[in-house]
């Protein structure tokens, strides 16, 4: 077997398992939710059944008189716990379930 051949046997045969590792792998947004205005992402669930939820606003800004970009309300997030016994959960707007991980 050639030099060249056995580097080429090597080479696949490190790539190809990295590969299918990354093809199972989570999702970088696993245990997040994207809505029109915000990401919502929650925390494991805690023994009494409540879990920790937090929130991150995407920048937006606003328009002017005439049209013209006038200025930017930065981002803004916080975290808060919930209890799905309070009713309703959580705010309107948000989701009314765990987002699962």
Known sequence: MSKFRRIC????AAVIPASIGIGFAAPASA???????AQYCDGPIKADGTWDRCFTSAPQSFSGQYGQVAGFIPSTGRCYPVDPND??????????YHIYP
């Open 9 to 12: 046997l090597a080479v696949s």
């Open 87 to 96: 009713f309703p959960p959580t705010p309107l707007g948000q989701p009314q």
């Open 31 to 37: 245990g997040c939710e994207a809505g029109p205005f």
